[in-house]
């Protein structure tokens, strides 16, 4: 691969999860990763499994960037926290407002994720590189796309490196985004954010619940395959790594896999990729 990759995983719930996790990193490290990333669950809900998690992976040598979530966070947990991973030796970190959990009102002193952009930066100066979120299709709570491309903005001029965007499956959506953003006088490396296709029921619901465009033809596809899982996963190859090709040979910054703490579908992507 000539263009710099990285992978998320989410923290595993039991010790054979760990164990499960930690093979899919090994054999994902042969593709010498930029940084790991590990997400983080809403309210904090994961907190202890995301750090231990990312404590591993800087065991194995590789930079893992932390994601940090600030819903109902006030400023001394996050003052704390900032603490535990720069002792731990972290240097990167996905700042997210989070998801709200059912019944959950707001609360926390940080109300969007530029607020907690902002208090990082304050706190920390430049010890971390700040990563943010970035929706190509918009936001699915966003008033407008031009409101959600405000936002955004607001994310980098508080003091956020780079992006990385919510999977999308139409390139086109990709590259209106980066021209916006470049308009609006913004120039942090915007990059894409890239799931592989191996269950199309799992694919609907995600997509669904986070805004995600299924381009009709590939939904119609995956409908068609039934249960049919090896077609899924041949077709989902191709998709996804026509996509890649298409980014990469459009100059983009790098690609982050969202690899579902599985190896095979991304390892087989990035083969494909490679030059003949």
């Not at 049919?228 to 190859?237: E, H, M, P, R, V």
């Amino acid at each position: 691969m000539n263009i710099p990759v990285s992978f998320e995983f989410f923290p595993p719930k039991t010790p054979e999860g760990a164990d499960k996790l930690r093979l899919t990193r090994q054999a994902l490290y042969a593709h010498r990763p930029e940084f790991c990333s590990v997400t983080f669950g809403a309210g904090g809900s994961t907190q202890e499994g995301t750090f231990g998690t990312v404590k591993s992976i800087l065991e194995e040598g590789v930079a893992a960037a932390c994601h940090f979530s600030c819903v109902g966070a006030t400023k001394a947990t996050v003052r704390e926290q900032l603490g535990l991973l720069r002792a731990m030796g972290v240097k990167r970190l996905v700042a997210l407002r989070g998801d709200l959990p059912s019944g959950y009102g707001m609360g926390g002193e940080f109300h969007y994720a530029s607020d907690l952009v902002a208090f990082i930066r304050l706190e920390t100066g430049n010890a971390f590189h700040i990563e943010v979120a970035a929706y190509p299709e918009g936001h699915p709570q966003a008033r407008s796309a031009e409101a959600d491309l405000q936002a955004f903005a607001t994310k980098v001029r508080a003091g956020a490196d780079s992006a990385i965007t919510q999977y999308f499956f139409n390139a086109d959506a990709y590259f209106r985004f980066a021209d916006d953003v470049s308009r609006l006088g913004i120039d942090v490396p915007v990059v894409p954010g890239i799931m592989p296709i191996t269950n199309s029921t799992q694919l609907m619901r995600f997509s669904d619940a986070c805004g995600t465009e299924i381009p009709r033809w590939i939904r119609l596809r995956l409908q068609g395959f039934g249960d049919d899982t090896a077609s899924i996963k041949s077709f989902g190859l191709d998709v996804v790594t026509a996509l890649c090709d298409r980014l990469r040979a459009a100059g983009v910054p790098g690609l982050h896999f969202y690899t579902m703490n599985q190896s095979a579908a991304t390892t087989e992507i990035l083969r494909r990729l490679q030059p003949v």
